[in-house]
C-alpha cells in the first residue's frame, strides 16, 4: 500500500504539473516526446513518450493497477439468495422452487447437488465477507468502547454530585473547598474525552471492501531483470 500510495501521489502530482504547461513539466529530460498519463478504468500508465522511441529511456515508466471493492450489503444480498437454494423461473408470474422438497417428487439429484454445493461455498464466502466487515470497521472493540463509556460518564457523573454536595457544606474550610473545586474542574474537563469517545464512535461503517489489493509495476526495474536474463542465456 505504501508503493500504491506513493505511485498514486507521484501521478497525479505530474499529471497536473503537465497541464499547467509549464515548459520543463512537458517532456522528461532527454525525451523528445511529451509525457503520457494514460488514464484507464482500473490502471493509470505514466509514459515518458511512446513504447516504440529510439531513446531506450523513454516509454512506459510505471503502471498502477488499482484496487478493486465491492459494496458490502449488495455481496451479502448475493451470498443470502445463493445460500437461501432459491431460484427464480419467468411463467405466469415468479416462483421459488425449493429443490430439497422438489427432489422428494422428481429425479433432481444433479441439480440439488450443485445447489447444495452453491450453499457450501456461499456460506463460507458470507462468512469471510462478515469477518473482514467486522475488521475493517473495528466492530470487535465497539461494545467494549461503549460500555467503557458508559462506566466512566456514570463514575464521572457521580462524583460531581459528591464533591457539589461537600461543596455546600458549612463545615468545610475555604482551603478544603478549593480543593474540591479544583477535583471537580478536572472531573468537568473529563467530558472533552467523552466527546472525542462519542464521535469515534458514531461515525460510519464503510460499506466498501477491498477484494483485490493494489498493483505498482515499475517498468524500468522490470526492463533491468529482463536484461539481465538476456545476459545469463547460454
Known amino acids: 500500500m505504501e508503493d ?3 505511485y498514486f501521489k ?13 515548459k520543463s513539466s512537458l517532456r522528461c529530460p532527454g525525451c523528445e516526446s511529451k509525457k503520457r498519463f494514460i488514464i484507464d478504468n482500473d ?7 511512446p513504447k516504440n522511441s529510439e531513446n531506450a529511456k523513454c516509454g512506459p515508466q510505471y503502471t498502477i493497477e488499482l484496487p ?4 458490502f450489503r449488495d455481496l451479502q444480498k448475493v451470498y443470502g439468495e445463493q445460500i437461501n437454494g432459491s431460484f427464480d423461473y419467468e411463467k ?3 416462483l421459488e422452487y425449493d429443490l430439497t422438497a422438489l427432489s422428494q417428487k422428481m429425479n433432481v439429484k444433479t441439480e440439488l447437488a450443485a445447489q447444495n454445493n452453491l450453499i457450501k461455498e456461499s456460506t463460507a464466502s458470507l462468512k469471510r465477507l462478515i469477518d473482514d466487515y467486522i475488521t475493517i470497521n473495528s466492530l470487535e472493540g465497539y461494545i467494549e468502547t461503549l460500555q467503557t463509556l458508559s462506566e466512566k460518564r456514570y463514575k464521572n457523573a457521580i462524583d460531581k454530585r459528591k464533591i457539589m454536595r461537600m461543596i455546600m457544606e458549612d463545615e468545610l474550610s475555604e482551603p478544603e473547598k478549593k480543593d474540591l473545586r479544583i477535583k471537580y474542574a478536572q472531573l468537568i474537563k473529563e467530558n472533552g474525552v467523552f466527546i472525542d469517545m462519542i464521535i469515534e464512535l458514531r461515525k460510519p461503517n464503510t460499506d466498501f471492501i477491498m477484494i483485490k489489493s493494489p498493483k505498482v509495476i515499475d517498468h524500468n526495474k522490470k526492463n533491468k531483470s529482463s536484461d539481465k536474463d538476456t545476459v545469463n542465456e547460454p
Open 92 to 94: 405466469d408470474n415468479q
Open 43 to 49: 490502471k493509470l500508465t505514466f509514459s515518458c513518450g
Open 4 to 6: 500504491y500510495e506513493l
Open 10 to 22: 507521484k501521478f497525479y502530482t505530474e499529471l497536473f504539473k503537465f497541464q499547467n504547461g509549464k
Open 68 to 71: 478493486k471493492y465491492i459494496h
